[in-house]
Nanobody, 123 residues
Framework: QVQLVESGGGSVQAGGSLRLSCAAS?????????MGWFRQAPGKEREVVAV???????NYHYSVKGRFTISKDNAKNTLYLQMNSLKPEDTALYYC????????????????WGQGTQVTVSS
């Protein structure tokens, strides 16, 4: 069973930055599978924010392109999301997730999910 633990959420003003981290259990697990960040705002469906595949190629939701960067450290088995120029509409519960697939990661059909970390952006 894979366990994912997110950290780094918080409250910031618009234009600020946050860095989310997701620590995964298992040796070098994240190096070979789809990993992603997702978010869910109150009253809305969960959506993909950013994903990264086995080769390290990333894809982003159109609303965060140029502002967010997903990365992973395979040696530390940790996934990151650097969020810059945050907007109030980025406010949501952010989840880290992993899937057994190595590629074609841009969807929400993932096997393993973290508990989520809250990001609140005030105007």
């Amino acid at each position: 069973q894979v366990q994912l633990v997110e950290s780094g959420g918080g409250s910031v003003q618009a234009g600020g930055s946050l860095r989310l981290s997701c620590a995964a259990s298992g040796n070098s697990f994240i190096s070979s599978v789809c990993m992603g960040w997702f978010r869910q705002a109150p009253g809305k469906e969960r959506e993909v924010v950013a994903v990264i595949d086995r080769a390290g190629d990333a894809n982003y939701h159109y609303s965060v392109k140029g502002r967010f960067t997903i990365s992973k450290d395979n040696a530390k088995n940790t996934l990151y999301l650097q969020m810059n120029s945050l907007k109030p509409e980025d406010t949501a519960l952010y989840y880290c997730a992993a899937d057994q697939r190595p590629f074609y990661c841009f969807n929400t059909d993932y096997d393993y999910w973290g508990q989520g970390t809250q990001v609140t952006v005030s105007s």
